[in-house]
């Protein structure tokens, strides 16, 4: 199966003025690359942002991307309280299928737990409140586990894969997001480039892991990789995924709903 991966400049965080627009928007982006499986979410700072500015939207976006990937009935006690998280609880849930479990709790019940080593053995969250015995294989972070006796407290670690959200990822710069990424198939998105066909699309099931490159609010991916030496035809695909388009630009989380979308449609159908 072809891995997925984004590439979004922070700068998407400088036209917000307020901690809330700011939080709107990184939900907005968790929220699409969740619907759609995306593997890897780099974050790289374009030339028109600073470094100091660059590094604080990165703390920003990594302590709300750990709120909005944790599952919500493990969030108080995994996360910790902090003031960069004042406007998370207005959100919608990200929903992802392993967040949705039962109140109650029975014998044979599967959900994702936080396994940790305590004494010469293993515990596990359940929930915020709970903390069961661990028995099997176990390793210390989130894990899939089976509740085996709710009333002894005793749930069972299972080598069970999950979908945890995106990995998060960050560069200095956008030649070293490109440099780093070398052995992927890298698209770039842009209004300049060539409306890809359905054949082009679903050619990106041949590739193990595809890249696909977004712009910034203010700057689009030629300017951002002419700034820094870097030809972007020589990346490899430059594509236009929202043709006709009758707005002066398209918001980058636009671009990348849009873009991704057509994605997953060619390569499901791709693999029917």
């Not at 890298?186 to 054949?199: D, E, L, M």
Request: glycine share 8%; charged share 30%; proline share 5%.
């Amino acid at each position: 199966m072809t891995e997925i991966d984004v590439a979004i400049p922070t700068s998407i965080l400088r036209v917000e003025s307020t901690l809330l627009l700011k939080t709107l928007r990184i939900h907005q982006v968790a929220r699409t690359l969740g619907i759609f499986g995306v593997s890897k979410a780099f974050f790289y700072k374009d030339f028109e942002t600073g470094l100091t500015e660059h590094r604080e939207f990165v703390g920003l976006i990594r302590k709300q991307w750990e709120y909005f990937y944790t599952p919500p009935y493990l969030r108080r006690r995994l996360v910790p309280k902090s003031p960069l998280l004042k406007h998370v609880g207005i959100l919608p849930p990200l929903r992802l299928d392993w967040f949705d479990v039962p109140r109650g709790l029975k014998p044979g019940d599967e959900r994702v737990g936080y396994v940790f080593r305590k004494g010469g053995g293993f515990k596990v969250y359940v929930d915020s409140s709970r903390v069961f015995n661990a028995t099997g294989d176990c390793r210390e972070g989130l894990a899939v586990i089976r509740i085996t006796d709710p009333e002894g407290k005793t749930a069972e670690c299972l080598d069970k894969d999950f979908y945890k959200g995106p990995e998060l990822r960050f560069t200095d710069s956008f030649k070293q997001l490109v440099e780093e990424n070398r052995d992927a198939r890298i698209v770039a998105t842009s209004r300049y480039g060539r409306v890809p066909g359905f054949q082009e699309l679903s050619s990106l099931a041949s590739s193990n892991r595809v890249l696909i490159l977004f712009g910034s609010p203010r700057r689009g991916l030629h300017d951002i990789a002419r700034a820094e030496g870097v030809v972007l035809e020589e990346l490899g695909d430059v594509w236009n995924t929202v043709p006709g388009q009758r707005v002066k630009t398209v918001r980058t989380e636009e671009a990348l709903i849009i873009t991704l979308g057509l994605v997953n449609h060619a390569l499901k159908l791709k693999r029917i």
